[in-house]
């Protein structure tokens, strides 16, 4: 089984915006985090996932069932639906993309048990940030 946790993280003021990953399957743990030019958390969140389940395929780690953790209810809820008022094109994407695995389950998580993922979103934030020393 494959065990996914996603973050995305938005800084309004600066407008820099990052997502993170980590994958753990088969004893093996692989994390990034990347920066994104959004300013919608929301899709930020659904990017993440996708950018996951990409990594995933490309890897051919997708022949087995993936566990999707996520903090952010409407990313499980429309995986749950099947559907997103605003984001169902991502949403169709990621869809397509779960289709590659012979089962899946997404599960809704608490902050506090995102922390992984969460960190790795601050410390892209904190790295992206433009340098203040002028």
């Known amino acids: 089984m494959i065990k996914l946790y996603t973050d995305a993280g938005l800084n309004t003021n600066l407008n820099l915006g990052a997502v993170s990953y ?3 399957v088969n004893k093996n743990i692989y994390q990034d985090a990347l920066p994104e030019k959004f300013d919608d958390n929301h899709y930020l969140e659904f990017l993440a996932l996708k950018i996951a389940l990409q990594k995933i395929i490309e890897n051919h ?3 087995k069932i993936i566990l999707i953790h ?16 605003h984001y169902q ?3 169709d994407e990621i869809l397509e993309s779960l289709d590659k695995f012979p089962s899946y389950f997404a599960k809704h998580i608490a902050d506090k048990d995102n922390r992984a993922a969460h960190a790795l979103v601050h410390q892209e934030l904190l790295k992206i940030r433009p340098n203040d020393r002028n």
């Open 22 to 24: 980590i994958i753990r």
């Open 89 to 91: 094109s991502i949403l």
């Open 70 to 85: 996520s903090d952010s209810q409407i990313v499980i809820d429309s995986i749950d639906k099947k559907y997103s008022k």
């Open 61 to 63: 780690w997708n022949d």
